[in-house]
């Protein structure tokens, strides 16, 4: 009887098998725990940012206006303007992906009547979040985009990688 001197070839294979799944489990395991990471800074980028606002509202805005959240013109320079100075700049824009993601200003006619929460979600990305700043409309007796004027509402819209859905986290609600 001959000495056996290595392995055969059929458990290299086997080895290599079991290798590949326990690696294959790390990694989904891994860029799982990545998602969620990326979602709870995300989660916590809008709440800076509901701060700031909040702040906005009780402090007032540069000229000492008080009472109100900051209209979609006034909104769009917030990463900017300095008028949450509380907050950040990359909660604004933070890098999750390839392209710059961002903080954008819900878009529509001002006091639009056929604007949706649709309309939102087609602004919404995992890698961009939606402020939606609005004004009670004593007409039609509903809430509308607040393009100027007193806003007393706003909504911030957002989705994660784990649950791809549009999410209305956070609710400003001063009526």
Request: net charge negative; hydrophobic share 35%.
């Given at each position: 009887?001959?000495?056996?001197?290595?392995?055969?070839?059929?458990?290299?294979?086997?080895?290599?098998?079991?290798?590949?799944?326990?690696?294959?489990?790390?990694?989904?395991s891994?860029?799982?725990?990545?998602?969620?990471?990326?979602?709870?800074?995300?989660?916590?980028?809008?709440?800076?940012?509901?701060?700031?606002?909040?702040?906005?509202?009780?402090?007032?805005?540069?000229?000492?206006?008080?009472?109100?959240?900051?209209?979609?013109?006034?909104?769009?320079?917030?990463?900017?303007?300095?008028?949450?100075?509380?907050?950040?700049?990359?909660?604004?824009?933070?890098?999750?992906?390839?392209?710059?993601?961002?903080?954008?200003?819900?878009?529509?006619?001002?006091?639009?009547?056929?604007?949706?929460?649709?309309?939102?979600?087609?602004?919404?990305?995992?890698?961009?979040?939606?402020?939606?700043?609005?004004?009670y409309?004593t007409?039609?007796?509903?809430?509308?985009?607040?393009g100027?004027?007193?806003?007393?509402?706003?909504?911030?819209?957002?989705?994660?990688?784990?649950?791809?859905?549009?999410?209305?986290?956070?609710?400003?609600?001063?009526?």
């Amino acid at each position: 009887m001959r000495a056996r001197n290595g392995f055969s070839i059929v458990e290299i294979v086997v080895a290599m098998a079991i290798m590949a799944i326990l690696l294959t489990v790390t990694m989904v395991s891994l860029q799982s725990s990545q998602a969620n990471a990326r979602d709870s800074e995300r989660l916590a980028d809008i709440q800076q940012i509901k701060n700031g606002i909040e702040r906005y509202y009780t402090d007032g805005n540069s000229t000492g206006v008080k009472g109100m959240y900051p209209t979609t013109a006034i909104a769009a320079n917030l990463p900017t303007s300095g008028l949450l100075p509380d907050v950040k700049p990359v909660a604004f824009t933070y890098d999750f992906a390839s392209t710059s993601p961002s903080f954008k200003v819900a878009t529509g006619a001002d006091g639009a009547t056929g604007y949706t929460t649709a309309t939102i979600s087609s602004q919404v990305t995992i890698d961009t979040f939606v402020y939606e700043p609005l004004r009670y409309d004593t007409t039609n007796l509903d809430w509308e985009l607040c393009g100027s004027g007193e806003c007393l509402r706003y909504n911030i819209y957002y989705r994660t990688e784990a649950n791809p859905t549009v999410v209305q986290v956070i609710k400003g609600d001063r009526n």
